[in-house]
Nanobody, 117 residues
Framework: QVQLVESGGGLVQPGGSLRLSCAVSTFALDYYAIGWFRQVPGKEREGVSCISSSDTTYAESVKGRFTISRNNRKKMVYLQMNSLEPEDTAVYYC????????????WGQGTQVTVSS
């Protein structure tokens, strides 16, 4: 069983930065890949980034702008988002996966990110 709680969303101007944090509660964090997906009303869920012990992936739309990292000792996963664009506006969810590229097995309540001037 795994529980995830996101924080760090907010309103930022285009070109700005935000860092999302995800606190992961599980006895077996090493078993999971942890990542982020985002959702805009009326659109399909989009995988943003994922990190495991052997793999790190990014959506093409965020490569070079977003960086994912994890601290297993603190049971935290972070998503540093730079050069934000209005198209990045969405609810961001932290999620657990058996492996990057598979479907999420658990996710948090989400945090809103709004990029607007």
């Amino acid at each position: 069983q795994v529980q995830l709680v996101e924080s760090g969303g907010g309103l930022v101007q285009p070109g700005g930065s935000l860092r999302l944090s995800c606190a992961v509660s599980t006895f077996a964090l090493d078993y999971y890949a942890i990542g982020w997906f985002r959702q805009v009303p009326g659109k399909e869920r989009e995988g943003v980034s994922c990190i495991s012990s052997s793999d790190t992936t990014y959506a093409e739309s965020v490569k070079g702008r977003f960086t994912i990292s994890r601290n297993n000792r603190k049971k935290m996963v972070y998503l540093q988002m730079n050069s934000l664009e209005p198209e990045d506006t969405a609810v961001y969810y932290c999620a657990a996966y058996v492996a990057c590229g598979s479907g999420p097995v658990a996710w948090g309540q989400g945090t809103q990110v709004t990029v607007s001037s």
